[in-house]
Structures are given as structure tokens and as C-alpha cells.
């Protein structure tokens, strides 16, 4: 996303990964991912995927996150 131009969406819709602690999530698996950052590590990937959104997409960011026991404290945070 760093190489996107500003405001060079109408709208962007994501899911990203919840933090769950395994790299297999209802047997689908990420690629390059293993979705076990400690909850610093987490809030800091989810502010700068959060920064990019805003900055490239002109209009509407729909961002789905839940709340789960692995990401608790960075998604409060």
C-alpha cells in the first residue's frame, strides 16, 4: 500500500487477520502470516494498515475487526 497514491479509492473494504494465535483459521491458512504478533506487534500493524486505508481511500474504509482474546488489548488500545 505505500506505493498507492493518495485518495486512489472510492471505497476500501478489508478483514484483517485477527490475531488468533494460529496460522489456520477454520482451515483456511494465511500465507506469510502467522498471526501470533504479540499485542504490541499487533496494534502497530493495525495502525499502519489503518494510516494507508485512510490516506488512499477517498471516501469509505468499512474495516472488520473482532474482538477476540488475542487482540483484546491492541484493538482497545
Known amino acids: 500500500m505505500p506505493t498507492l497514491e493518495d ?3 472510492d471505497i476500501c473494504i478489508t478483514s484483517p ?4 494465535g494460529s496460522s489456520e483459521v477454520s482451515g483456511w491458512k494465511y500465507k506469510g502470516y502467522g498471526d501470533q504478533l504479540s499485542q504490541e506487534d499487533y496494534f502497530q500493524f493495525l495502525d499502519q494498515v489503518l494510516c494507508e486505508l485512510i490516506r488512499t481511500t477517498k471516501h469509505y474504509v468499512f474495516f472488520n475487526i473482532q474482538v477476540l482474546s488475542g487482540n483484546k488489548r491492541a484493538i482497545f488500545k
Open 17 to 20: 487477520p485477527y490475531n488468533i
Open 7 to 9: 485518495d486512489c479509492a
